[in-house]
């Protein structure tokens, strides 16, 4: 006797002509995945390494500038003096473009609230006009047929003497 598939799908997928899938790993995990964030770490800290080490070069360039007449407190100076300035054009750059980002943005909402405003208008006027056409057509026949039985009530009761 021949011994058959435990699995019916198996043998439907192999008599159609389709391959049965490779068996599947038992960890979930590959060995070969990094913890999420690992080659950003890695960036940002070669990063700060890069730009370390131009500060150190471009002050030791800077030093080696200065007259021979100056002293050292006199180069460190000047050297400092520079690096504020550039540090401020630097900021008076980056204000600019937050300032013109903010322009950006202010105009994008303005874009977008105007035309929602104007839809929750008529919104508004909807439900108004709703409001008034119930309060016309459901409750004031109501309220003016409740007022007359109560005024028949006290009619029989004034003749009725109770």
Same mark, same amino acid.
């Given at each position: 006797m021949e011994e058959t598939s435990t699995k019916p799908d198996e043998s439907a997928a192999q008599a159609a002509g389709?391959?049965? &899938? *490779? *068996?599947t790993a038992t960890s979930?995990? *590959?060995e070969n995945i990094e913890e999420p964030g690992g080659k950003t =770490?890695? /960036?940002a800290v070669l990063g700060a390494l890069v730009l370390i080490l131009l500060f150190v070069a471009i002050t030791g360039g800077l030093y080696m500038l200065g007259?021979?007449? #100056?002293?050292?407190l006199e180069r460190l100076r000047?050297? &400092?003096?520079? /690096?504020?300035v550039l540090t401020s054009m630097i900021i008076v750059v980056l204000l600019g473009a937050a300032? &013109?980002?903010?322009i950006?943005?202010?105009? #994008?909402? =303005?874009?977008q609230v105007i035309p929602l405003l104007q839809e929750t208008s008529a919104t508004v006027n909807r439900v108004r006009g709703t409001t008034?056409?119930?309060t016309d057509e459901a409750v004031k026949p109501i309220i003016s047929a409740a007022g007359k039985m109560a005024q028949w009530r006290a009619m029989v009761k004034v003749i009725s003497g109770r």
């Open positions: 389709f391959e049965a &899938a *490779p *068996p979930s995990l *590959p =770490k890695l /960036y007259d021979d007449n #100056q002293s050292a000047d050297i &400092a003096v520079i /690096y504020i300032t &013109a980002a903010l950006y943005l202010v105009m #994008q909402i =303005k874009n008034e056409f119930m």
